[in-house]
């Protein structure tokens, strides 16, 4: 199983970039593979065309109302909400989707996370390839909800306040040891010629540039018209880019295949 999570502040096409190497990775026949949407704000349905039901949160909401006596003769709690919590998994042809949902409470998503982790550990042997759309910023690194993945793709406008964004995420994964086996920075909605003072950036960030989404009309069309991105072209330019990055990154598909 190969673990891909992307990360970055809100508003740099985290989301877009999720669903354009899903498209890509289905393109070669490899399947399954798990999409999981761990930011509140979500919308990583959309862009694959996929309806949920249900959320995390929603099934842990729904739980709270369960009373002890309503369980199962010699069953937890927290083992009941794992048997409902595949009531969230949203099964497809080929891809399926989690949804984290909106936080229980005041600010509160840390026992979210934890049962998120706990059933990935569980479900993620059972796919090829797990594509994880975190929150925005840093908050699902300090709950370590994206611990343990192959590839941590960062990603930033191309801008020298972006690029600042993406090293301080990048310092908070290594602080907290979050173990991925490759990080690296791809730089989203770019013009054609990226200024010479954001490679410059770019280059003393310490990150390694994976490569380049350029700014894609077709892509802006589509989420406008309600469309899944997974219906893009093939000679899109954001979706030959996204490929690029990762023909580049996976040499071999057999690896993951």
Known sequence: MTFLAIAGKGGTGKTTLAALLIKHIMGFGIAPVLAIDAD?????DKALGIKYAKSIADVIEESKEIHPDQ???GMTRDRFIE???QEALEEGN???L???GTPEGPGCYCYANTLLQKHLEGISKSYKVVVMDNEAGMEHLSRRTARNVDNL??????TPVGLESAVRIAQVARKLKITAGKEGLVLARAPEKIPGKVMEEAE???LELWGTIPYDPLVYEFVLEGKPLLDLPDDAVSVKAAGGIMDTLFQSWRKIR
Do not use: T, Y
């Open 94 to 96: 080929g891809l399926d």
């Open 153 to 158: 793709f960062i990603v930033s406008e191309p």
């Open 71 to 73: 369980l199962p003769a």
């Open 204 to 206: 003393k960030s310490g």
């Open 98 to 100: 989690l949804v984290m």
């Open 83 to 85: 048997l409902r919590l």
């Open 40 to 44: 509140p704000n979500a919308n990583l």
